[in-house]
């Protein structure tokens, strides 16, 4: 680690969406580059994925929370760090200069779905297609994809055997075809088409005979497309909420979780409208109470659980700029809360958004 302290920083410029971002806080070590985190390209690159990044001089942690959202943990010192669930191993440990720490440039590329590619003499940060997921089984599923920006999809064919969608602007890294067997699809095939600064990645749902699907919907910049098998309707849930708005739900293409992760957790009561309060049942997991403390120029929110439970949290991007997260298999011990918080938090809400799922909404 204090081998690379006294190497030099330098410029770089990166091309991102057709912009040129100049990355001054970058040094060059044996084992790849590494950028600071008060970089001003680093920064803007961050504010155009709609991400975040919290350090204080001084301090070990790195953390880059991302709107899908998934959260980054460098470590100083460690090349063990955090993405989302999931740990994964970087080609050198983050080590501080000058005050500042730097991260191994490549592996905060990958963790956030850029590839870096060459176009000449421009060096490109491609965004990548990193998932597209079917979610269900039997006669109805939702096809969820996902990627570094937020997807714009353009329906390109369309027959009773198949669909295909086109996302310009970003590449894949998933390339090829699967056979899967829900909601009436039967395949999916993915490719990429265009060059470095202009990509188009291509997703084609081949479909058994009578499958219906809705229209696309777009959940915090995903893509998400629901089928029904045998002319069956596809699946439809409650969504989170639209932006501009409070945190009604609509009902629209289902949303899958984004992170699922278990919790002990606590019990579901009344829907949007204040309701009488209502007592857990026993045996039921209950959400017995939700706080907010401020401390340090930060809030924490604990939500008290009495049970077993799993919870998704989301978040909509800047500039509506709101949490919320889903206890689920639980209900709400009590009436539903809409309460005034100080800085950071504007509010912070809470509701049985269906029968089984409690939802915690922070306005920020």
């Known amino acids: ?82 993405n989302g669930l ?16 730097y991260l191994p440039f490549g592996d905060v590329m990958r963790a956030l779905s850029l590839a870096i590619k060459h176009d000449g003499s421009a060096t490109v940060l491609q965004p990548q297609l990193t998932s597209v997921d079917l979610q269900g089984s039997g006669s109805q599923a939702v096809l969820i994809a996902h ?27 998933i390339d090829g075809s699967r056979t899967v067997y829900a909601g009436g699809v039967r395949s999916i095939n ?28 777009s959940n915090s ?12 309707a596809p699946p439809l849930v409650a969504a989170a909420a639209a932006p501009g708005g409070g945190d009604q739900s609509q009902p629209v293409v289902a949303q899958q979780p984004v992170q699922q992760q278990p919790v002990q957790a606590q019990a579901p009561a009344p829907q949007d409208q204040p309701q009488p309060a209502q007592q857990a049942q026993p045996n039921v997991t209950s959400v017995t109470g939700v706080t907010v403390q401020g401390n340090d120029g930060g809030a924490t929110v604990t939500i008290a659980v009495n049970g077993n439970a799993t919870y998704e949290w989301h978040r909509l991007r800047a500039p509506d700029n709101r949490f919320w997260i889903d206890i689920k298999g639980a209900q709400l011990q009590g009436g539903p809360r809409d309460e005034a918080e100080a800085d950071p938090l504007l509010s912070m809400r809470s509701r049985q958004l269906d029968p089984q799922t409690v939802r915690i909404a922070l306005s920020i």
């Open 1 to 82: 680690m204090l081998a690379f302290g006294q190497a030099r920083a330098e410029s770089t410029s990166y091309v991102f969406e057709n912009q040129t971002l100049a990355f001054s806080h970058l040094v060059h070590t044996a084992s790849g580059s590494a950028v600071g985190v008060n970089d001003p390209g680093f920064r803007n690159l961050l504010k155009s994925l709609g991400a975040t990044l919290t350090w204080h001089p001084g301090e070990r942690y790195v953390l880059i929370a991302t709107p899908q959202p998934l959260v980054l943990n460098f470590s100083v010192g460690s090349k063990r760090y955090d």
């Open 86 to 101: 999931l740990s994964s191993t970087a080609a050198f440990a983050p080590f501080v200069q000058g005050g500042e720490v």
């Open 147 to 173: 990627a570094a920006v937020p997807l714009h999809a353009r329906l390109v064919s369309e027959a009773p055997d198949h669909l295909t969608y086109a996302f310009d602007g970003v590449a894949s890294s």
């Open 190 to 217: 993915v490719a990429t088409s265009g060059n470095v600064r202009a990509p188009r990645a291509t997703v084609t749902v081949n479909l058994a005979p009578n499958t219906r699907h809705d229209s696309p919907h």
């Open 221 to 232: 910049g995903d893509f998400e497309l629901a089928f029904g098998a045998n002319g069956g």
